[in-house]
């Protein structure tokens, strides 16, 4: 391609005068100005490829026709699209492409078809050239099917499985016109490593790559622009929707996705249309006891007895009032669920604070970022991210910590490996081996549960080389004086042996990390799960303190945040230390403010965490409690424990889309809906506000949450009247000044906007910190932390450490992604990750069950070598209830973010046994 | 797995490229000839593992170039040319001929394992057309009788020494 001009070109398209902007080609530049130029192997947002060649035009003064695509006009240049030659070629390469087509004619996989679309618009109808032979369908995939009789070989599906996604499944093979596309070693794409983010059939012209389910024929009734509701990365997609169902999933052009999605945000939708969908409240039958054991469903009719709203609402209120009137408020807690909007979050909140008089509110986050956020709010004034994860573009070193990126994040970690494949340094700090290793500069597989060590062994040489950031330390920075002390006694020497990397290593990332231009931290639950996750997050937010990485694009620090809304969710207050905004509860100002904007007093202690309340109401001092989407039954630590808490409960009300296994133990169960089936505002990891619309109307008499919220205050005695969400968005951002200038009719518009955003119209700011932190000194802090252990090492009894954590195609507890078709296809069996050499000692087939055990509980799962975990270490998911990982896992707290240590405790392995039935 | 010595080759290969997948060409001529003349999927996940390319790019070398092979070859590896110079005075039909004495296909090893043979581009031999290499010696000027003579004596050779 020539040169990128800097300029505005001006030049001319079939007699019309016309401007192209820096960079555009000539392709781009007609599109832009509203001409047509045909084109196949082109695709906005891929690198042009010039392959097809339906895009020629003929350039006055040049010998040969030109690709539009790939080539950039110059200063008065004469180009003529339409031009007998130009279109005689055009046409001609329509043409052979649709000889090559099956039947010669229409693409029989898609109405979309572009190749259908140019020959239409071209009056190519019955091609001159005799067909090849075609290749076979294959349909070894759950979620994508491959039919190549129908492919133009334009290898825009293996740019996006290369350049856009980099997972590197599809190659072009062979040469000449034996040339064809394959997966991997030319294997079946069922059994290829294909992780089905379907970046290709989003790609592919033809229906050459289609969803397997045959959609590719059907007209949809309606789209709707909305979000995904899976991970924090908040891609912004399009739903087609036909018969109140969604037919497909598009990726839509948004801040944090770029078009881009993954397996869950593309196939993982049909759980909506589940049969398992409460669509009627439920009253728990008089006289079932409640036990430890999880309700089968088919038992579910035998427990529960379908009611009216009225008298479910009535009962589930009432259980609550009673209790909060006889016992007090403090015998009341809430759980919320970062699943939720922002509005339902803030909504449910306020019921708890000003509804049940107390504090007790916390969701997911306790189990997911609590240290974390403990850390930054600790050291640098603020729970958020510094900088978007796209400004991994402008870095130069991206340091990514405990977090296996490309399974929780997958659409970020794609960012990731275009920054890597760009030339930019990716440092992984992880005890496993993880996928995206292939394009890291380092890869520090360390010991577990050593962070720590080997985070002040980073910062001691950076102290020791002399390569602190004097003037940012000077000016934006205290307590430095405390850290240097403590870092004394963590030379990378000394620690070498603790953590498991040689110290030279250690030294080369520091100095790799400290001297960039610009450094940029990730970190996931690796860091954070751990009895010692406050300290880890605190290094992490030193060692950016003390080089500078911060306060710029392309430096920070980013949790990367698990949850589509657990940043919305934290943001509107649903943890029991502060109210919206991170207001403490204890501070009068704060305090006085919610008072007011309220209309009633509020309780100035903070309330309980998840695991506390637990524990609050196994001693009886917790009695009720209202789950509004959290599955604790899975999702929390010591699960026998938790279960026996759960059916302790004298009243406890759920609302849920499914029953879960939390639900099981309920007295009254209140059916809400779906993601796709309401509309609300969602808060991704970057900080990005955006719209989740409603495209579904929700099944039988299943309710919108934040109706279901206002009808339960209006029964303990609040005078609610919201209208609907729009009326609680408004309230939000008179709550929460950092998001007083988003209107809801931006959002309806711009689908997305960053904030802080103070005021109307201010455009949000990406890049925070950049001029000191929102500190009482305004000066981030150091907190040093010392090397501890964790809760439960192993010993000859226990000796296997057991780490959880997810996978790809299962989203935390599995009530979703186990009742979605192609997930649950791909990933169907409980699944424990063990290194082969492990695998071998045990006698344990992979593919075999091994069982598991550890003081508080156990499991039996099927084998699975890997390479990536360590020996003498096992990983699960924690998604499977007939194999629960959470029974394993301490419930052992940080004494600061009271999270439990999810990512380590000590088990002992077994060959053989049989797995637990499968509940969903 | 690799076989020691072909480990060994590969390292000192890996030794002279400063990036790894740069050495990808030359390895996989190492992993081919120390399997028998050809390349399996599983040598090919490795040699992918081990110069930190993809599966899929391994594959798209070594169907574009046609000196890798995938099935075992014959102790005789015939590659007849069929291009220009070759065809016009008969490569085409000595390689149907060798094809028809074999009852196999280009691409493919015959029942017996002694031959294998290929159709290929120019060997530029074209001043002694048709050429036909068989292993790594040039056989000029060919033409069926010839060839079935040399194909003899090589059969006995081979037979002789298996």
Known sequence: ?920 | MLALDTQKEIAQLLSRYPIKRNALLPILHVVQKGNEGYLTPELLEEVAGICEVSQTHVEGVISFYTMYKLEKPGKFHLQVCTCVPCCLVGGEELLEHVEQQLDTHAGHTADDGVFSVEEVECLGACSYAPAVIINEDYHEQMNPEKLDRLMDELRTQGQAHA
């Open chain 1, 1 to 920: 391609m020539d040169a990128f001009p800097t300029e505005i070109v001006r030049f001319e398209l079939d007699g019309k005068t016309i401007e192209a902007l820096p960079g555009e080609s000539i392709l781009q530049a007609a599109q832009r100005t509203g001409s047509e130029i045909p084109h196949l192997c082109y695709k906005a947002g891929y690198r042009p490829d010039g392959n097809c060649r339906a895009c020629v035009v003929e350039i006055d003064g040049e010998r040969v026709l030109a690709p539009s695509c790939c080539r950039n006009p110059k200063e008065g240049m004469q180009v003529n699209s339409q031009s007998e030659r130009a279109l005689h070629s055009q046409k001609m390469v329509v043409e052979l492409l649709l000889s090559d087509m099956p039947e010669q004619g229409k693409s029989p996989y898609t109405q979309r078809s572009e190749l259908d679309i140019w020959a239409e618009k071209l009056g190519v109808v019955q091609p001159r050239f005799a067909g090849r032979q075609q290749p076979v369908q294959d349909i070894s995939h759950p979620a994508i099917s491959v039919q190549l009789d129908a492919c133009i070989q334009c290898t825009r599906c293996v740019r996006a499985c290369r350049e856009v996604q980099v997972n590197d499944v599809i190659g072009y093979a062979n040469r000449g016109d034996h040339s064809t596309i394959v997966f991997d070693l030319n294997d079946p794409l069922g059994v290829s490593t294909c992780v089905a983010c379907g970046e290709c059939v989003q790609a592919c012209p033809t229906g050459a790559l289609m969803p397997s389910d045959n959609v590719g024929l059907e007209v949809s009734d309606k789209t709707v622009a909305s979000s995904c509701p899976y991970c924090g990365v908040g891609c912004l997609l399009t739903y087609d929707v036909k018969d109140n169902r969604i037919l497909r999933v598009e990726g839509r052009e948004g801040p944090a996705n770029k078009s881009r999605l993954c397996v869950k945000g593309r196939y993982g939708f049909d759980y909506v249309h589940h049969p398992d969908r409460l669509t009627q409240p439920q009253i728990r039958c008089e006289g079932v006891p409640k036990t430890v054991e999880l309700l089968n469903p088919s038992d579910f009719d035998k427990v529960f007895r379908p009611a009216s709203w009225e008298e479910a609402l009535e009962v589930a209120a009432s259980g609550l009032k009673r209790i909060r009137d006889e016992q007090g408020p403090q015998a009341l807690a809430g759980f919320g669920c970062a699943k939720g909007s922002n509005e339902e979050a803030y909504l449910l909140q306020k019921l708890v604070r000003t509804g049940f008089g107390n504090n007790n509110i916390d969701h997911c986050t306790r189990l997911c970022h609590a240290s974390s956020v403990v850390a930054l709010l600790e050291g640098i004034g603020s729970g958020a991210v510094s900088n978007p994860f796209t400004d991994v573009e402008d870095a130069e070193v991206i340091m990514v910590v405990g977090s296996n990126t490309p399974v929780n994040h997958p659409v970020a970690a794609t960012f990731f490996k275009n920054a890597a494949q760009a030339g930019k340094d990716l440092i992984l700090i992880d005890p496993r081996r993880i996928d995206l290793a292939r394009y890291a500069s380092y890869s520090l597989q360390f010991n577990p549960d050593t962070d720590v060590a080997l985070f002040n062994a980073l910062m001691h040489t950076i102290v020791e080389e002399g390569l602190c950031n004097e003037e940012y330390l000077a000016k934006y920075t205290e307590g430095f004086d405390a850290l240097k002390e403590n870092l004394k006694d963590y030379s990378p020497e000394g620690m070498a042996k603790v953590c498991g990397i040689p110290a030279e290593t250690l030294r080369e990332v520091a100095r790799r990390y400290a001297t960039a231009k610009s450094s940029i931290i990730f970190w996931g639950m690796g860091v954070s799960q751990h009895i010692h996750g406050t300290d880890n997050a605190r290094c992490l937010i030193a060692l950016a303190l003390m080089t500078g990485q911060i306060g710029r694009p392309g430096t920070g620090l980013h949790p990367l945040r698990g949850q589509n809304n657990v940043q919305g969710a934290s943001d509107m207050g649903l943890i029991p230390m502060v109210f919206p905004d991170y207001k403490p509860v204890g501070d009068p100002t704060a305090k006085h403010f919610f008072e007011k904007l309220w209309g009633t007093t509020l309780d100035p202690n903070p309330g309980l965490t998840v695991v506390e309340i637990t524990e609050e109401i196994h001693k009886r001092n917790i009695k009720g409690l209202y789950i509004m989407g959290e599955n604790p039954a899975m999702s929390d630590p010591n699960l026998n424990h938790t279960r026996e808490a759960l059916a302790r409960l004298e009243h406890f009300v759920i609302q849920d889309i499914f029953p879960t296994e939390t639900a099981g133990f309920a007295d009254v169960i209140l059916p809400t809906s779906a993601f796709p089936e309401k509309t609300g505002t969602f808060t991704n990891t970057n900080r990005q506000v955006q719209l989740g619309r409603q495209a579904l109307e929700p099944p039988g008499d299943s309710r919108q949450d934040w109706w279901i919220i206002q009808e339960m205050a209006k029964r303990l005695g609040l005078s609610w009247n919201y209208r609907g969400v729009p009326d609680v968005f408004e309230e939000i951002r008179k709550a929460t000044p950092s998001m007083a200038g988003i209107t809801w009719d931006r959002l309806e518009q711009d689908h997305s906007v960053t904030y802080p955003c103070e005021n109307e119209g201010d455009p949000g700011d990406p890049v925070i910190f950049t001029d000191g932190f929102p500190t009482p000194s305004g000066r981030g802090k150091f907190v040093p932390a010392k090397f501890s252990q964790a809760a439960e090492l192993p010993n000859e009894e226990f000796p296997y450490v057991f780490i959880t954590g997810r996978q790809l195609e299962h989203w935390h507890t599995g009530s979703m992604t186990r009742r979605a078709g192609v997930l649950d296809a791909i990933e169907p069996l409980p699944i424990v990750s063990v290194n082969p050499s492990d695998l071998g000692q045990l006698g344990v087939d992979a593919g075999t069950t091994l069982t598991v055990q550890s003081r508080r509980g156990k499991l039996t799962a099927f084998a699975r070598g890997d390479h990536g975990v360590p020996e003498g270490n096992v990983y699960m998911s924690f998604a499977y209830n007939e194999a629960a990982a959470n029974l394993i896992t301490t419930d052992r707290l940080d004494p600061f973010g009271k999270i439990p240590e999810f990512k380590f405790c000590a088990v002992k392995l077994s060959a053989g046994g049989d797995p637990a039935p499968r509940l969903v």
